[in-house]
């Protein structure tokens, strides 16, 4: 896909079509993504296309050689979901053809994308964090080092929360990860409880590592939820039968696999050298209470 002098993305002239798309995901170890592509791979199969699953790692490079078709047959188009892909690296396509982007924002991007609203997702999860009692609330998910614009935006929604319900933002409540795995999770709770003794709530970035930080809390003697409440975002399957089961944001999956299609096929549909209109597809996510918050 090229660019107009508008902004707007031009298809250009595709050989017959192969069934076959692309899907980059930054690793399936990753539950959230493991669950994602599964639904992808089902929505593709429900419309009659193949899916080749590439991991990236979520490294730069890699993504970019995908972006460009670099080890790739040739499919009809690519669902990529970066974790550091930058505007001008898509605009230097080498092989351009229909792509959605899903997940990271890419901000004043020209190239279709489809996201949950991060930062309405953390405030509601702060807010409900706060209306079962909660005052000295933790957001562990911040990744300075390498950033993410999801987590930065969750970030933003958690510091609205608070501050439309006259609580001091204390930076001592806020704690880098490496990673937004469960890993990261227990080490970087386990240092806050031990640092924060008055700590009663705890926003995640994501459920994996609001698991890890469920175990950090046990191992600690503290009480889920009574002493700390716990919630996630992205409602992976594993949230439900964590002890205790987690509170969670959960995306509206079905809805995101509609239109990550329906914006693949608008693409490769559209006759060539149609100029379309750019896309910026959000996605809504709903609160899911069970017992990491039911303080009594």
């Known amino acids: 896909m090229t660019t107009s002098s508008n902004g707007r993305a031009m298809p250009v002239a595709r050989a017959t079509r192969t069934g076959l798309i692309a899907l980059a995901v930054p690793h399936l170890e990753e539950p959230y993504f493991a669950e994602l592509g599964s639904r992808l791979v089902r929505g593709a199969d429900d419309r009659g296309l193949a899916v080749l699953i590439v991991q990236t790692e979520g490294d730069h490079a890699r993504e970019i050689d995908v972006a460009n078709g670099v080890g790739l047959p040739p499919v009809d188009g690519l669902i990529h979901i970066p974790r550091s892909l930058t505007v001008a690296d898509l605009t230097r396509r080498t092989a351009p053809g229909p792509l959605v982007l899903l997940g990271e924002h890419i901000q004043v991007s020209p190239f279709t994308h489809i996201t949950i609203d991060n930062r309405a997702a953390a405030r509601t999860a702060t807010e409900h964090l706060l209306a079962v009692g909660c005052r000295r609330i933790a957001y562990i998910g911040r990744r300075d080092s390498r950033p993410s614009d999801a987590a930065d935006r969750r970030h933003v929604g958690y510091v609205e929360a608070l501050t439309a319900a006259d609580i001091p933002v204390d930076p001592a ?53 009574d002493d700390v409440a716990v919630i996630g975002i992205d409602d992976i399957r594993a949230a439900r039968f964590s002890v205790p089961a987690l509170s969670t944001m959960a995306p509206d999956h079905e809805q995101l696999v509609d239109a990550a299609f329906a914006e693949l096929e608008r693409q490769l549909t559209s006759p060539p050298g149609a100029d379309l209109p750019v896309r910026h597809v959000t996605i809504p996510a709903a609160l899911v209470r069970r017992a990491s918050t039911a303080r009594r």
């Open 173 to 225: 409540l806020t704690a880098q990860v490496d990673a937004f795995t469960a890993d990261e999770g227990e080490r970087v709770a386990a240092a806050m409880t031990a640092a924060l003794p008055d700590l009663d709530g705890i926003v995640c970035s994501n459920d994996s590592v609001a698991l890890g930080a469920l175990a950090a809390l046990h191992a600690a003697g503290r009480r889920v939820p």
